[in-house]
């Protein structure tokens, strides 16, 4: 089995490090919050003293960090350390260039590197249910797919450097802004003075089914599972949601894309996050448009 160092042991990290341990191999765990570090011992990591520590001797060494620029000051700090031809896998969302970026960094040292963001939260991180999406060359990508699997139930190789992460933006910017879309539409609904069951009936088997109306639905009744009924309470929160839509958004402006549905639904995501409802489920954006509305939408 592998040696492998995992660095960020937080909502995510902890549950994959332990997932890890399970599947037979040894793990080296660092997280500067104490508390991190005393949950992820429980579960039978190994907690060393730095990231510098944790690295030495290890085959494999995973991040799952809230930002590219702890990422790559992390990798400042751990490159020279690890030894030769370590398998760095990065499993934080970060932007596609801070990705690309850590990969030359990781290159340039003798490293190999895979981007692997994820999806399925902390749900999919306990039940070892993730979706990883990768990116990478194909040697790297083979390397890191068996240590993926001890995590995860799909791993899809997207391409190379950054691939990973630009899959993982362009999915959530779709998310967004359907979910948008689907929550205009039912207070539009409601105006009109039809039910929100009647158009649910319709459009989750018409042409605008989409999974944030057919499985998120952002009105309460008529998908009892969705966060909706319980008070918003997610699901996928609107901090993450304002995180992903915000790295979207660099990489519009950067490449120059015309995406202007991406950048006012990172603008309006934001908005909500820094209005008191960053741990609301990010179907709460149907009451800010309800607000919005006031008046006139009778
Ligand atoms: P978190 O804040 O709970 O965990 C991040 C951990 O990294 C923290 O414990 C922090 O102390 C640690 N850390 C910071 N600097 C470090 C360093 N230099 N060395 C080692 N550890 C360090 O965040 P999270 O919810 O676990 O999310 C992690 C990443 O996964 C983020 O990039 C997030 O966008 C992404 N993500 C989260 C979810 C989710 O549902 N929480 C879902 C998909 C993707």
Same mark, same amino acid.
Request: proline fraction near 5%.
């Given at each position: 089995?592998?040696?492998?160092?995992?660095?960020?042991?937080?909502?995510?990290?902890?549950?994959?490090?332990?997932?890890?341990?399970?599947?037979?191999?040894?793990?080296?765990?660092?997280?500067?919050?104490?508390?991190?570090?005393?949950?992820?011992?429980?579960?039978?990591?190994?907690?060393?003293?730095?990231?510098?520590?944790?690295?030495?001797?290890?085959?494999?060494?995973?991040?799952?960090?809230?930002?590219?620029?702890?990422?790559?000051?992390?990798?400042?700090?751990?490159?020279?350390?690890?030894?030769?031809?370590?398998?760095?896998?990065?499993?934080?969302?970060?932007?596609?260039?801070?990705?690309?970026? $850590? +990969?030359?960094?990781?290159? =340039? @040292?003798?490293?190999?590197?895979?981007? *692997?963001?994820?999806?399925? &939260?902390?749900?999919? /991180?306990?039940?070892?249910?993730?979706?990883?999406?990768?990116?990478?060359?194909?040697?790297?990508?083979?390397?890191?797919?068996?240590?993926?699997?001890?995590?995860?139930?799909?791993?899809?190789?997207?391409?190379?450097?950054?691939?990973?992460?630009?899959?993982?933006?362009?999915?959530?910017?779709?998310?967004?802004?359907?979910?948008?879309?689907?929550?205009?539409?039912?207070?539009? $609904? +409601?105006?009109?003075?039809? =039910? @929100?069951?009647?158009?649910?009936?319709? *459009?989750?088997?018409?042409? &605008?089914?989409?999974? /944030?109306?057919?499985?998120?639905?952002?009105?309460?009744?008529?998908?009892?599972?969705?966060?909706?009924?319980?008070?918003?309470?997610?699901?996928?929160?609107?901090?993450?949601?304002?995180?992903?839509?915000?790295?979207?958004?660099?990489?519009?402006?950067?490449?120059?894309?015309?995406?202007?549905?991406?950048?006012?639904?990172?603008?309006?995501?934001?908005?909500?996050?820094?209005?008191?409802?960053?741990?609301?489920?990010?179907s709460d954006v149907i009451n800010e448009i309800r607000t919005q509305s006031g008046e006139g939408a009778n």
């Open positions: 089995m592998t040696t492998i160092a995992f660095l960020g042991l937080g909502h995510m990290g902890g549950p994959m490090a332990a997932n890890l341990v399970k599947a037979g191999h040894t793990v080296r765990g660092f997280d500067p919050v104490p508390a991190a570090c005393e949950h992820a011992a429980s579960e039978g990591v190994a907690i060393q003293v730095s990231a510098r520590e944790a690295v030495t001797g290890a085959d494999v060494i995973i991040t799952m960090l809230p930002n590219g620029k702890l990422l790559l000051d992390l990798y400042t700090e751990i490159l020279s350390g690890a030894p030769a031809s370590t398998l760095l896998i990065d499993c934080s969302t970060v932007d596609v260039a801070d990705a690309r970026e $850590a +990969e030359s960094r990781a290159a =340039s @040292s003798g490293h190999r590197m895979v981007d *692997a963001p994820v999806s399925g &939260g902390v749900v999919g /991180a306990t039940a070892a249910t993730l979706t990883f999406m990768v990116g990478g060359d194909d040697a790297n990508f083979a390397a890191a797919e068996p240590i993926l699997a001890a995590m995860g139930k799909k791993i899809v190789h997207c391409g190379g450097p950054g691939s990973g992460q630009a899959a993982k933006i362009c999915n959530n910017m779709i998310l967004g802004i359907s979910m948008i879309a689907v929550s205009e539409a039912f207070v539009l $609904a +409601e105006a009109l003075g039809l =039910s @929100s069951q009647a158009l649910y009936d319709v *459009a989750s088997t018409a042409s &605008g089914s989409c999974w /944030a109306l057919n499985t998120n639905c952002p009105v309460p009744g008529p998908v009892p599972t969705s966060p909706a009924n319980r008070d918003y309470e997610p699901g996928f929160a609107v901090a993450l949601m304002a995180k992903d839509l915000g790295l979207a958004a660099n990489a519009l402006r950067e490449h120059g894309v015309a995406g202007e549905l991406g950048l006012r639904a990172a603008e309006r995501y934001a908005n909500l996050r820094d209005t008191g409802h960053a741990g609301k489920d990010f």
